[in-house]
């Protein structure tokens, strides 16, 4: 029923874009499949689709109707072809809701400028600048994803318990980076610890060198990084590596994926970081699922992204109809309690419950609880790379 075709956008970005039969119901599918976190995207856009896939397969959706999703590219950084891309998303192809943005940046201004002016809940599994919190959505933005709020005092304990009381920070100059590096460094003094200097690095240079020499200059031994695996993180590591400036790293939810691992190896061994994710029945039933579907089911944020497809999915049928209004207002009911609760694939179970008047309490892979502005306090993987590779040493 559904066929992707690849189109090159004027950004030069490569989207796929889903040609819908007559009837089936278009979700907008919105991350960077280019940019600084593209080697992780794939994988999350297609953890989504199999949410979205597995309730079309049912014929139990709004009586038998299917989803088509709709890809376009975030970029991650350029807000202004987010934009133009969400757009064209909700007035040309008149998508009912959109899966993402993921940076939050794009996120922010996808939200601002298109989707809650037109009424379309945004569900991002990703997006984790604590200024998303405050958003003012009118009740059309939510996420699976823990807000950095979180994320930062997760890091600073786990500096804690490994006694490390003197770090130095390196973020990337955008919404995400900044909120991070604030909500360590507010957590890790709570915790006794000194950040020796706090600087944001541009994307997209060739050469880290100065950045890294200031960084050296302040004497500590472990650097944090809270950038990008595929962008300017990667080079604050390569350089610090060939200068021999920092070889102990901690490193934010953005660097955490096998790219990193892939260049470095065993390089960096001994660092540690974080990313959201946990160990819950949910957890285990998701990744063999991922696992049988092809996807890296470990990687970061696939699980928040099947959650983000399966709450959309749900929704339509708690409203009757796939319309945009419906779903808003659905969101929350079948993301909480009360209700029964439903599992990885379990979809077309609550489905059928929806369709009977009951009420469902959708767990998923992630453990979904909204708070009242529509987003999780989640769990996080604490990771340690050993022989070259991310292990899970901890969950918090």
């Known amino acids: 029923m559904k066929k992707l075709l690849l189109t090159t956008t004027l950004f030069g970005a490569m989207a796929s874009a889903t040609v819908a039969m007559a009837g089936d119901i278009k979700v907008g599918v919105i991350i960077g499949f280019t940019g600084p976190i593209e080697s992780l995207t794939p994988d999350m856009a297609a953890s989504a689709e199999l949410a979205f896939k597995e309730a079309s397969d049912s014929g139990m959706l709004l009586g038998g109707q299917a989803i088509a999703p709709v890809r376009k590219d975030s970029t991650c950084v ?3 072809a987010a934009t133009a891309n969400a757009e064209n998303l909700i007035t040309a192809e008149n998508v009912v809701a959109i899966y993402g943005a993921d940076c939050s940046g794009v996120t922010g201004a996808i939200a601002n400028n298109v989707a809650v002016p037109n009424g379309v809940v945004m569900v991002s599994p990703s997006a984790t600048s604590p200024g998303l919190s405050a958003l003012d959505d009118k009740g059309y933005f939510f996420r699976t994803a823990p807000s950095d ?5 997760v890091i600073a304990d786990v500096l804690k318990s490994r006694g490390i009381t003197d770090v130095a920070v390196t973020y990337t100059n955008n919404d995400y980076g900044k909120g991070l ?10 915790n ?3 950040v020796s ?6 994307d997209g240079k ?7 020499g200031a960084l050296a200059a302040t004497g500590s031994k472990h650097l944090a990084v809270f950038g990008y695996l595929d962008q300017g993180g990667k080079g604050i590591v390569q350089a610090s590596i060939d200068s021999g400036a920092f070889d102990n790293f901690i490193l934010g939810d953005g660097m955490i994926g096998d790219s990193l691992t892939d260049n470095f190896g065993s390089s960096l061994n001994g660092s540690i970081g974080t990313v959201a994710g946990g160990q819950s029945d949910g957890a285990m039933t998701f990744g063999a699922m991922a696992d049988k579907a092809g996807i890296k089911k470990d990687g970061p944020y696939v699980g928040e992204s099947y959650d983000a497809g399966a709450l959309i999915a749900l929704s339509m049928q708690a409203s009757g109809a796939p319309t945009r209004g419906g779903i808003q207002k659905n969101m929350m009911k079948v993301a909480n309690a009360p209700g029964t609760k439903i599992m990885p694939g379990e979809i077309a ?5 929806l369709a009977e008047g009951g009420d469902i309490d959708y767990v998923g892979a992630t453990n979904v609880e909204f708070n009242q502005v529509g987003e999780v306090l989640g769990t996080f993987k604490e990771l340690e790379i050993k022989g070259g590779k991310f292990e899970t040493v901890k969950i918090h």
Request: no cysteine; glycine share 10%.
């Open 349 to 353: 179970k609550g489905l059928k419950i």
């Open 149 to 153: 709020a979180r994320q930062g005092e």
């Open 181 to 190: 590096a604030d909500s360590f460094a507010t957590a890790f003094a709570k």
């Open 192 to 194: 006794g610890g000194k």
């Open 197 to 202: 200097i706090s600087a944001s690095h541009e």
């Open 206 to 212: 060739a050469d880290y060198s100065a950045e890294v």
């Open 78 to 80: 350029d807000a202004a």
